[in-house]
């Protein structure tokens, strides 16, 4: 779900709509002021000082509750100073992306979903990709997903009615197609790419190892950007090697899928590293 917001955040720059350097109290004013501005460039690498709406809701026993963005919302204005001081440093944080597709929504006066779909998904013809915010709408062909506990299987329980973090339902199809427009789409939209390609700065002028909705890093001694995550049941990995112009995704729908792991088969069966001198 993140790299489609990372894409939507530099596609609005780019179409002056916002930039990085946004407050966001300029689009949500309810978010409390805590003293530090907290802007669009925290939330996008991650480096807010926001606490993850996850980790808060199970310590309260509620994650099992429907999730919405009023709760996440609640979640945010109960915290009553940052973490670190904005850009002090990475730390993974789902409040961040959430809050991000609402200030787009806000800055385009459309719902995030809205959004993805008239500007990234139809445009590539990736026909069979949608956000879902709501946890009880239901799709076409859509593949359940499910958990093992050993001794039977249940059905995935997803309840989310939340976009940004999570809530992409796609295809390997049509992430191919999203792929392939990375590699040989319009001229005019490479500079986007290379923007999400690109690791954010941190205070101290370090990388802070996440780009626009991707990490950034190496794999197989090679420059690569990828997504990985899970819920409800679902898996999935997204890679790829901007200077091989090679890319994958993993999907499964299976809790005990090892996504990751058949991604680091597939990097070794096509990019292997190196052999080491003898």
């Known amino acids: 779900a993140q790299p489609f917001v990372g894409q939507a955040v530099a596609m609005l720059e780019k179409q002056g709509k916002l930039t990085l350097d946004d407050a966001l109290r300029k689009f949500i004013p309810e978010i409390p002021d805590f003293g530090a501005p907290v802007k669009l460039r925290h939330l996008l690498y991650h480096s807010s000082g926001l606490r993850d709406w996850l980790s808060v809701l199970q310590l309260a026993g509620r994650d099992r509750e429907e999730i919405t963005l009023d709760k996440v919302l609640k979640v945010v204005r109960a ?8 850009g002090d440093r990475f730390q993974y944080s789902n409040t961040n992306y959430d809050l991000l597709a609402e200030a787009i929504k806000r800055a385009t006066g459309k719902p995030f979903s809205d959004w993805a779909w008239e500007g990234i998904f139809r445009p590539l013809k990736m026909t069979r990709t949608r956000y879902r915010d709501n946890s009880r709408a239901i799709f076409d062909d859509e ?22 973090s999570h809530s992409l339902f796609t295809s390997i199809a049509d992430l ?9 789409g319009p001229a005019e939209g490479q500079d986007v790419y290379a923007k999400m390609f690109t690791a954010g700065s941190l205070n101290n002028g370090q990388a802070s190892a996440y780009g626009y909705g991707l990490n950034v890093g190496s794999r197989a001694q090679k420059r690569a950007v990828s997504r990985t995550g899970t819920w409800a049941g679902s898996g999935a990995n997204l890679v790829y090697f901007p200077d091989q112009k090679f890319g994958f995704a993993v999907l499964a729908n299976w809790d005990y899928t090892p996504v990751d792991g058949f991604a680091e088969g597939i990097i070794d069966i096509y990019l292997p590293a190196p052999a080491p001198p003898p």
Request: charged letters at 25%; hydrophobic letters at 40%; aromatic letters at 12%.
């Open 79 to 86: 915290q009553k100073q940052l973490i670190f001081p904005p």
């Open 143 to 164: 593949a359940l997903s499910y958990n093992f506990t050993r001794q039977e299987y249940l059905r995935g329980v997803d309840n989310l009615s939340l976009i940004g």
């Open 176 to 184: 191919a197609k999203w792929l392939k427009d990375i590699e040989a």
